[in-house]
């Protein structure tokens, strides 16, 4: 039974370029929910999707959006990349909105 | 909005030794209480939760206690290993439609041998 898998690992761009992260959620799992993780922080939570709708929204600007499909896996798109975007951007999954369960990041880097 | 506060950001103990570390919260509807685990360059890992229909809760060396009339929960590790070197994430979630976690600051916890 595979975890939480994310990809890709790692992600270098420029100031002004679009991302594309993408996550696959734990088996059985319904909800996927993303989170930024900046250099000696705690998660901070961007949004979340359950039934290939957006949930809730953290304190995000509209450049961060996302997309669930039928399967439960989800993507987050950043458009107009900034340097303070630069991050770890995890993925979590859950059964509902409580117990979750991250998977293993992706380092994105804007130069 | 909601808000946990962890103390303390850095902790060292000798191998053996107990380690604990606090968060306070300030939504009184929080009703879920995880903490996760992290070491370097990896991701966060669910050690322990509690509910709020539950003071305490253990698992081996680990434990959890929660006082919803203070708003405080507290993470203990006895028989503390250098591989409990890491840094430790308190969270919460309530029950009044939030679906996010919300994060402290972190510990980090160092374990000397």
């Known amino acids: 039974d595979a975890g939480v898998t994310q990809s890709p690992t790692h992600l270098i761009k420029t100031r002004g370029q679009q991302v594309t992260l993408r996550c696959s959620p734990k088996?059985?799992?319904?909800?996927v929910s993303w989170y930024q993780q900046a250099l000696g922080q705690g998660p901070q939570f961007i949004f979340q999707y359950y039934e290939e709708e957006e949930r809730q929204r953290g304190n995000f600007p509209d450049r961060f959006s996302g997309h669930q499909f039928p399967n439960y896996s989800s993507e987050l798109n950043v458009n107009a990349l900034l340097l303070g975007d630069s991050a770890l951007y995890l993925c979590a999954s859950s059964y509902g909105p409580s117990v979750q369960f991250f998977g293993p990041g992706t380092r994105l880097t804007v130069l | 909005g909601e808000n946990v506060e962890q103390h303390p950001s850095t902790l060292s103990v000798q191998e053996g030794d107990s380690a604990v570390i606090k968060c306070t919260y300030s939504?009184?509807?929080?009703?879920?209480f995880p903490w996760y685990k992290q070491e370097l360059g990896k991701r966060p890992q669910l050690i322990i939760d509690i509910r709020s229909n539950v003071g305490e809760k253990k698992d081996q060396r680990i434990a959890v206690t929660l006082n919803k009339t203070a708003k405080h929960f507290s993470l203990h590790i006895t028989e503390t290993q250098p591989e409990d070197s890491a840094v430790y994430f308190c969270?919460?979630?309530?029950?009044?439609?939030?679906?996010?976690?919300?994060f402290g600051s972190g510990t980090r916890l160092q374990v000397q041998p």
């Open positions: 088996s059985g799992h319904d909800t």
């Open positions: 969270a919460e979630l309530g029950d009044t439609g939030r679906r996010a976690l919300t």
């Open positions: 939504d009184s509807a929080s009703n879920y």
